[in-house]
């Protein structure tokens, strides 16, 4: 039998993982809405579909929340806790449409809160930290960069002699199927934190033993709360992916949406909760950057480059403050 606290904690992890499911949906589909390979109905559709697939098959990012992070057996409510603090930061990096990291969103704030609750730096995995979250978040967008920028000299250099117009009609109906494989790796990923953050819960709770895997039960749910965001759009953000940093065509988006892909299904199948949007957002940077740097809007990306950088200190400082919250209540 449940308890109402850990009912609420899973209430809470579902509303985190709708709030993902649409502040993330432009991360999949904002460039082939942009190019318009893709009628925003249609791609928000085809996302909401494969980032459902994508949370279904796999739990090795789960399993870095669940047991890479911290060591002590926290209270129900400091998971609570650090779950306000992700969603808090996610409502107000949507509302400015700053495409920030839902992932980096939902660490800072464990660790933050975690760090409250027990007064020691000493029950957070550091190594485990620094192996699985702060290298890839350097490491990670720059691949995406380096990957991105490749990929647009490679479409460059086979189709220099084609027409702009049978080039635009091929990547138009190619981006389809790179819009449905970024999904299925958004899925793959970013689906996974929830699901970590629930099973955490249940085993702090007692429900679960320690070494457990994720129920399934927790699979399926978090993979219908992903998709339901995603249908609720995301149209704040996917002005600022489509567009907002440089001109994109349908070679572009293709070429953005691979690479991106390709990127976050490696980092996946390493277990690493990355930010999908930190990769998305540099692929395209580096698309841009193909056809020459001045194409990319610097001082935009300036803006997004300074969100990644406080998202972990800025949510680690909420999930403390919310956890200080609760335990002046509890």
């Excluded at 129900?76 to 969103?105: C, D, F, M, Q, R």
């Excluded at 720059?142 to 080039?167: D, E, H, R, T």
């Excluded at 449905?180 to 249940?202: C, E, P, S, V, Y």
């Amino acid at each position: 039998m449940l308890s109402t606290m850990i009912i609420i904690v899973i209430a809470a992890a579902l509303v985190f993982e709708f709030i993902n499911g649409f502040h993330d949906t432009a991360n999949a589909i904002a460039t082939s809405v942009y190019t318009r390979a893709l009628t925003p109905t249609k791609a928000i559709i085809l996302a909401a579909s494969m980032n459902m697939l994508g949370a279904l098959v796999s739990e090795k990012v789960a399993m870095t929340i669940t047991h890479g992070l911290v060591t002590v057996q926290l209270e129900e409510y400091v998971v609570l806790a650090a779950l306000l603090g992700a969603i808090i930061w996610n409502l107000v990096t949507w509302w400015k449409g700053i495409p920030s990291s839902s992932s980096h969103a939902l660490i800072g704030s464990l660790i933050g809160a975690t760090i409250a609750h027990t007064a020691t730096l000493g029950d957070v995995l550091w190594g485990g930290v620094l192996q699985k979250v702060i290298l890839p978040l350097f490491t990670s967008p720059f691949v995406g960069f380096l990957v991105g920028f490749s990929a647009m000299k490679l479409i460059y250099n086979i189709f220099q002699n084609s027409s702009p117009a049978k080039v635009n009609g091929l990547f138009s109906k190619l981006q389809i199927g790179s819009a449905a494989f970024i999904a299925f790796t958004h899925g793959t990923n970013d689906a996974q934190k929830t699901m970590g953050i629930i099973t955490l819960a249940l085993i702090t709770a007692g429900q679960l033993p320690s070494d457990t895997g994720v129920p399934l039960w927790v699979k399926v749910t978090c993979a219908i709360a992903i998709a339901a965001g995603t249908s609720a759009g995301g149209r704040r953000i996917m002005k600022t992916m489509g567009g907002g940093m440089t001109k994109l065509q349908p070679p572009g988006g293709f070429a953005a949406q691979t690479s991106s892909a390709i990127v976050i299904e490696g980092m996946s199948l390493l277990g690493a909760p990355i930010s999908t949007t930190h990769v998305i957002t540099s692929a395209v940077m580096g698309v841009g950057s193909a056809k020459r740097f001045s194409a990319v809007k610097w001082g935009t990306a300036k803006d997004i480059l300074i969100t990644w950088v406080l998202t972990l200190p800025a949510t680690a400082a909420v999930g403390a403050v919310c956890v200080l919250i609760f335990d002046a209540f509890m």
